[in-house]
């Protein structure tokens, strides 16, 4: 029997879960389709929300307007879910280096909105601490898997498990139709697989493989995310995501053993306290050479749209830019000009 909604959405990670999320809300049909078995970012990323970035600690591109945005979308969604999704988890920062030190005192004195200093003997049991620490206020933990796990909850109604293939699209008069499904619109939220796609293709996405190792590490606090060269990360009960890499040039995506390596130098040089590796985990986030989302109808193809391109800060820009879109599908609100797909006119088929 076919099933008449308003749009189909394609892949439940982050950006599927959210945007269906809200249509939710607004009583918008809609139906969800997803494959377990393909690759999700989602399902591997720490999940931090962090308002400072990059070796010279400088603040992420719209993060005083999308970092509490963020924030009261997952208190809103834990509440309605019944979860725990979201924690306050201020970054602990080892400094790895004199270098790194400096850079930190730097901005600590220079526009500086979230850092702070903190004592370092708190962290000396667990942690050498050579260069001394610091603290980034404002940080937040993202419990990604029980996200994953509550939107399904919520979306379950209209959820299909099923991989979606380009070939079985079709265009009907006012919208599109896919196995017994006829939407107004589909939009694309399927993570690095809408690379391959007739009609978003020529994006400038530049993929990038990202590990993380996980690890019982017992008696480390779990209200705090630690940095040094790497990332510890609370996951659940003793358990701690280490990580990460960004390999740009990969030939595949299995677990590394060069990384895993990396990762056990490392924790050997910075913890004090025993640790065991329990899990190796492996994803590529849809990153783009511009750094900033993909987002909207295609400029040639109104009745297909795309919610993408999150790269390194899926959790923080997913919830402002999802809702963004609706807004603009619904009320014709507009989207942001730096994410908005439209800017690229030369989207063509090929
Ligand atoms: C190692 C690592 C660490 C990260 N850490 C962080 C972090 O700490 N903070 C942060 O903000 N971001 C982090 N990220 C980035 C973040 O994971 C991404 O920005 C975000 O998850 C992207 O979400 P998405 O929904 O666009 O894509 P995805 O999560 O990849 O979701 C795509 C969905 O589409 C489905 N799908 C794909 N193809 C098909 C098909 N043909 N048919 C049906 N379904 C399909 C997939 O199964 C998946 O569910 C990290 C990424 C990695 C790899």
């Avoid at 009907?172 to 196995?179: H, S």
């Avoid at 017994?180 to 939220?189: D, L, S, V, Y």
Wanted: hydrophobic share 40%.
């Amino acid at each position: 029997m076919q099933k008449k909604v308003k749009y189909l959405i394609v892949g439940q990670g982050l950006v599927g879960t959210w945007l269906s999320y809200f249509l939710q809300e607004r009583n918008i049909s809609y139906a969800i389709v997803n494959d377990s078995n393909s690759p999700s970012a989602t399902s591997v990323a720490s999940g931090v929300m962090n308002p400072v970035t990059g070796r010279r600690i400088v603040q992420t591109w719209l993060i005083e307007e999308v970092l509490p945005f963020a924030v009261s979308s997952y208190e809103g969604f834990q509440e309605k879910t019944n979860s725990i999704i979201i924690q306050k988890a201020p970054v602990i920062l080892i400094h790895p280096s004199q270098q790194m030190k400096d850079s930190f005192d730097y901005r600590l004195n220079h526009h500086n909105v979230f850092l702070r200093n903190n004592n370092a003997l708190a962290w000396q049991s667990f942690f050498n601490t050579h260069f001394g620490t610091g603290e980034i206020d404002s940080c937040y933990w993202i419990d990604l898997v029980q996200f994953l796990q509550a939107g399904k909850r919520i979306i379950a109604e209209n959820y299909i498990e099923s991989k979606f293939e380009y070939k079985d699209l079709r265009f009907i008069e006012k919208g599109i139709e896919w196995e017994n499904i006829i939407a107004e619109k589909i939009i694309f939220c399927d993570g690095v697989n809408s690379m391959h796609h007739p009609y978003f293709k020529s994006l400038p996405f530049t993929p990038n493989k990202g590990e993380a190792l996980i690890v019982e590490i017992k008696g480390l606090p779990a209200k705090h995310i630690y940095k040094n060269n790497i990332a510890i990360v609370p996951w659940k009960e003793n358990l701690f995501w280490v990580g990460s890499n960004f390999e740009w040039d990969f030939a595949n995506t299995d677990p590394s053993s060069a990384f895993k390596q990396k990762m056990i130098d490392s924790l050997d040089s910075l913890l004090k306290i025993p640790y065991t590796i329990i899990d190796h985990l492996v994803g590529v986030r849809p990153a783009n050479a511009e750094r900033r989302p993909f987002v909207g109808l295609h400029p040639y193809y109104p009745q297909i749209g795309i919610c993408n391109g999150m790269g390194t800060k899926g959790c923080s820009l997913a919830p402002y830019f999802t809702h963004q879109l609706v807004s603009h599908l619904e009320d014709k609100s507009p989207i942001h000009a730096e994410a908005n797909v439209q800017r690229f006119p030369q989207l063509k088929v090929s």
